[in-house]
């Protein structure tokens, strides 16, 4: 069974800095996209930000600038630095293997002063 364990999130002031990290177990990590979605009290949850097993990435306009994907493919996980956070970034996170059913449990990030 595949499993997506989060950590790294928490509170911090408008401005201020997070890393989210993902760690993967249960599958061949190289071979899988992955992703960080983020959901926040009543909207939909959206993609933030996404990188392919070769490490090409993308992101919402929202965060373009200020959020970096990266991973680590010896260690099994993905990482989103997260800087100058706004309180709009508040919400729960959560990573993803893209196209698949398999989610990480969510870590809440809250952004306020």
């Known amino acids: 069974q595949i499993q997506l364990v989060e950590s790294g999130g928490g509170l911090v002031q408008p401005g201020g800095s997070l890393r989210l990290s993902c760690t993967a177990s249960g599958g061949i990590f190289s071979l899988y996209a992955m992703g960080w979605y983020r959901q926040a009290p009543g909207k939909q949850r959206e993609l933030v930000a996404a990188?392919?097993?070769?490490?090409?990435?993308n992101y919402v306009d929202s965060v373009k600038g200020r959020f970096t994907i990266s991973r680590d493919n010896a260690k099994n996980t993905v990482y989103l630095q997260m800087n100058s956070l706004k309180p709009e970034d508040t919400a729960v996170y959560y990573c993803r293997i893209s196209n698949s059913i398999y989610w990480g449990q969510g870590t809440q990030v809250t952004v306020s002063a």
């Open positions: 990188i392919t097993r070769g490490g090409n990435t």
